[in-house]
């Protein structure tokens, strides 16, 4: 970033090149909706260009992109409300239990996998915000809770405790439906 910072446009598209992957996911993982996650992706890389040239390297610039990813996300979650209402992988006209039943031209193990996946998405979707963003920025991103808690603004044991109840909500969330969905069977 400190050679973007001095003009060297080469240095700006490795850094983009780098972490658009992970950066793109990050929104559409928290909001769910293709266009805002697009919409929200361009402002931060649109921001990390009008910040270059004050930019100080007080934190890894991983640290600093996805600060201002989360603040652009908060931002957006406070114009909203309610906060929980982001993410709806599921659209009003399914429920949970149509998406599970299943392609009968598709293998019982890979159709197994997919309802699985399934149901972690939904069970997801329903964490908090805090829980869902600092479990998907641990689980996906590979970031530490000190990394997170720089990210969003929140405290190592606090951070941590997030990670801690989004893991427990989601394994007590998966069990249930994945049982509801065996008893259907």
Request: hydrophobic share 40%; aromatic share 8%; proline share 2%.
């Amino acid at each position: 970033m400190a050679q973007y910072a001095q003009g060297d446009q080469t240095a700006f598209e490795l850094l983009y090149h780098k972490h658009k992957g992970g950066l793109y996911r990050y929104f559409m993982r928290q909001i769910g909706d293709r266009a805002l996650a697009e919409d929200l992706y361009q402002e931060t890389w649109s921001r990390v260009i009008k910040a270059a040239s004050g930019y100080q390297q007080r934190a890894k610039f991983t640290t600093w992109l996805y600060r201002i990813a989360h603040n652009l996300l908060i931002d957006h979650v406070r114009a909203l409300k309610p906060v929980d209402s982001l993410s709806e992988p599921i659209g009003e006209e399914q429920t949970l239990e149509s998406l599970l039943t299943g392609d009968v031209a598709v293998p019982d193990s890979q159709l197994e996998e997919e309802q699985k996946a399934i149901i972690l998405k939904h069970c997801i979707s329903q964490l908090p915000h805090v829980q869902k963003e600092a479990f998907l920025l641990n689980v996906e991103m590979g970031f530490t809770a000190a990394v997170i808690g720089e990210i969003a603004g929140a405290g190592m044991e606090a951070t941590k405790s997030r990670i801690r109840y989004a893991s427990q909500a989601l394994k007590a969330c998966v069990q249930q439906k994945w049982q509801e969905h065996a008893n259907v069977r």
